[in-house]
């Protein structure tokens, strides 16, 4: 008897392990050209009877892995979205961001940064380089810095309440990093004025001697700006007209992250 159980057992287990495998199978015909199937087009893929597949479906269905397709097969339902939603929160920042920069610094032809705030020093989370135009700047990755100079600094900056900033700038040290370094409160908060009126922050010269940087702010679900993602680029290669044209494309990037962090 005991043998005859233990044989009933290990068959139940293969068939729901088989069940398991067809389910992925099918899961996984599904593609851009094939958003919606037929039972007969799982019946052939699989090389099962038409009643067989329809049974797997069935099972896919009331599981939310599939819905009904207004009569027309069936299409990914609504728990495959809930599953891709949670992958994508289990995804930590620089996993969203990375794709995302590495398309703007070949768009741009310029270097991409990933920083954020951390206490009262900017911290530079990733670096994307064009290829050959990689500029030699003060930001690498894991690089800490001063919240007075760059444009990353200011985006971060810029939006938090006023009192935040007061306390920050109280307690901080505002050295120079070269000639044009903000190193008081007042040019200090001009600068963030300035930067929550146009939208972005811009510097020149005022990290590296010779490198612009223009950075925008990435929002959470709040609002909230949980970080900045900017270009560094040598001031002589962008003239003033060119620096709207990056500041779009880099606040285009900024509200991408911030919407797939909201996923």
Known sequence: ???????????????????????????????????????????????????????YLQSLTQTGFVEEADGSGYRLGPRVLELARLARRGLGLSDIARPIMRRLAADAGETVLLTRLAGDRVVCLEREDSGARAVRITYERGEVLPVNAGASAFCLLAWLPDTTVDALLDTTPLDPL???????????????????????AVSRGELDPDVLGIAAAIRDRDGGVVAALSIAALSTRVPDDRIPQLATALRAGATEIGASLHL
């Open 1 to 55: 008897m005991a043998g005859q159980a233990a044989s009933a057992a290990s068959s139940a287990y293969r068939e729901r392990n088989a069940t398991a495998d067809r389910a992925l199978d099918i899961l996984l015909m599904f593609d851009d050209q094939r958003l919606v199937l037929s039972a007969v087009e799982v019946a052939a893929q699989l090389s099962v009877g038409r009643s067989t597949a329809y049974r």
């Open 178 to 200: 070269t000639s044009r370094t903000l190193t008081t409160k007042r040019g200090l908060r001009a600068r963030l004025r300035e930067t929550r009126e146009q939208g972005y």
